[in-house]
């Protein structure tokens, strides 16, 4: 029996406000996202869609294109009444953080679109842009008053990922941010909360009774988190270089899962208890001495290799990356938590690029059992019991456990029990934004980073990015586009008497 939250109610009346609406986000993600929310009924009545562009678009060219991409990235079948609909509310306006008055000819053209659809004032404006742009915007949109909540009438700011470059720069972002809205304003987001699975670590932990008394270090042997992805660098070359796989993936996304895994029950499953906890989590990672961070990672970068049809080039090769580049590719870490709860469990992360498979999960590796009761199997020779939280390519839950294989004498063998939100629940592909975006409207954060979240991420990767920045090209090891990524990630769990699953 499926149980729903009656959390399913259409949002207030509001403007959606998207910086950045020509690039490849919107067209990608937002506006199939708003479409998915359209064709749920789950858009207010009176909505408008305000698409701000720095060089003048008209509002039919912009309809045009979102319509383009829409048909491009759609995950349903497109209903045309739908679309319509929806692009019909999409108003183009020119506006540029540099040009001040732009701004105040923005809140003006707002007023009027307002006025108009009856949105009473409540206002979502979401920075769709690089990130060098995020602050400039909130500037502006602090200086005219934009985000000023008044009359009743709710403003929120959406900042895209990636939040700062290190713990200085999202510090710095943060501090900008808060002067000019506060905290319950702000919706930091990391795509991966949308997913499905992801959510579903909260629900498995804490509203099943069977989990939460084994989930400490008394019964987990390690957790090893995995977002290994096929895709090389291709044309983002300039992007990545400045980047490198920590970066870009770690203090969000790996951080993302390891704090949902990590966290204490909340007292409630509000915003304010659950992002309490899972700050509280992302502290709790031991900091590391320089030593201590390299003999603690493995940095790397790809080789030329093949990927099914694809042939991938050297990623110093790769157009828009230096020669000499030392950016990494791939990054295996060995963190530790700093509680009653995980003492001694060490947490093993790693993702890079050009890899196997893509294959993202979260693998709760449980104790052996503690006595060789079958002479048939030695206890060290038991499959292992792992918990495997899929999140890529499969979205699911899996159960390793041993089991008699059928016949006269005693043989074990590991199996697995499978549970697939495909095969279950039989929903409608998602881009995996609608939720975000559709909390964004209802105003629920829980789903987003709060600013003690985010430093805490920061803080926590701070000592690799300042050992590697110290060793510079030492160190760095290399692993064949294709493969399960470099030889001496394995070493980092050998050394421990563990090791990998397999990516592929
Ligand atoms: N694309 C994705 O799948 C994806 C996924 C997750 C997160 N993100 C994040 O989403 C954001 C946007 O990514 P994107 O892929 O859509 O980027 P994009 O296509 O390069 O750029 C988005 C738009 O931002 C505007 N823009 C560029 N520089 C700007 C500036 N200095 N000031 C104001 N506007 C500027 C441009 O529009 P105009 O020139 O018309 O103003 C551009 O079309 C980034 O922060 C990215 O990290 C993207």
């Known amino acids: 029996m499926t149980h729903t939250s009656p959390r399913q109610r259409v949002p207030d009346s509001c403007a959606f406000v998207i910086f950045g609406v020509t690039g490849d986000l919107t067209h990608r993600l937002v ?25 003048g678009t008209s509002s039919d060219a912009l309809r045009d294109s979102l319509m383009k991409g829409l048909r491009r990235f759609a995950t349903r079948p497109v209903d045309e009444a739908v679309a319509r609909r929806l692009l019909e509310c999409v108003t183009a306006v020119e506006a540029d953080a540099k040009d001040a008055p732009s701004f105040d000819f923005l809140r003006k053209r707002l007023d009027e679109l307002e006025a108009a659809r009856g949105t009473s004032g409540n206002r979502l404006f979401y920075l769709a842009t690089p990130p060098i742009a995020f602050a400039p ?14 009359n009743g009438a709710w403003r929120r700011l959406v900042v895209e990922k990636p939040f700062g470059t290190d713990l200085a720069s999202a510090r710095a972002l943060n501090s900008e941010l808060l002067k000019i809205a506060g905290e ?40 090893q988190i995995t977002v290994a992805e096929k895709l090389d660098v291709e044309h983002r070359g300039s992007f990545y270089d400045s ?5 870009d993936m770690v203090p969000n996304h790996l951080f993302q899962l390891l704090s949902l895994v990590a966290m204490e029950p909340p007292a409630r499953f509000d915003a304010h208890a659950v992002r309490t906890e899972k700050a509280e989590a992302l502290a709790a990672i031991q900091p590391q001495s320089v030593a201590d961070a390299l003999n603690n990672s493995v940095r790397a970068q790809y080789l030329a290799g093949q990927i099914g049809d694809k042939a991938i080039p050297d990623y110093r090769r790769t157009k828009d990356v230096a020669p000499e580049s030392t950016t990494e590719t791939y990054v295996a870490l060995k963190l530790a938590i700093d509680n009653w ?64 294989v059928p016949g006269p004498t005693i043989s074990i063998d590991g199996v697995e029990m499978t549970f697939h939100y495909r095969d279950y629940f039989k929903a409608e592909p998602s881009t995996g934004y609608e939720t975000l975006i559709y909390d964004c409207m209802i105003g629920d954060n829980i789903l987003f980073q709060r600013a003690d979240g985010v430093e805490a991420g920061w803080q926590a990767v701070e000592p690799f990015l300042d050992a590697w920045k110290q060793a510079g090209a030492q160190g760095l090891k290399t692993y ?21 699953r397999k990516i592929c």
């Not at 199939?32 to 698409?51: K, M, R, W």
Request: with cysteine; net charge positive; proline share 5%.
């Open 341 to 404: 709860r995980w003492a001694g469990v060490p947490f093993y992360l790693r993702t890079g690029k050009a890899l196997a498979a893509k294959r993202s999960e979260v693998a709760i590796k449980f104790k052996q059992a503690p006595l060789a009761m079958f002479s048939c199997t030695p206890v060290d020779r038991l499959s292992q019991n792992y918990l495997v939280i899929g999140i890529e390519p499969t979205e699911g839950i899996e159960l390793q456990f041993n089991a008699k």
């Open 31 to 55: 506006i199939p996202s708003l479409y998915n929310l359209a064709a749920t009924d789950l858009l207010p009545e009176q909505f408008c869609v305000v698409g701000i562009a720095r060089k």
């Open 137 to 150: 915007i909130a500037r502006q949109l602090g200086r005219t008053g934009l985000l000023k909540e008044e």
């Open 480 to 500: 064949r586009a294709g493969s399960e990524g470099p030889a001496d990630a394995n070493e980092l769990l050998k050394r421990d008497r563990r090791s990998w």
């Open 243 to 247: 980047t490198g796989a920590l970066r």
């Open 184 to 223: 319950h304003q702000i919706y930091r987001i990391d795509h991966y909360l949308g997913k499905e699975t992801v959510q579903n670590i909260l629900v498995l932990r804490f509203a099943n009774g069977m989990f939460e008394p084994i989930w400490n270090r008394n019964h987990i042997d390690h957790v």
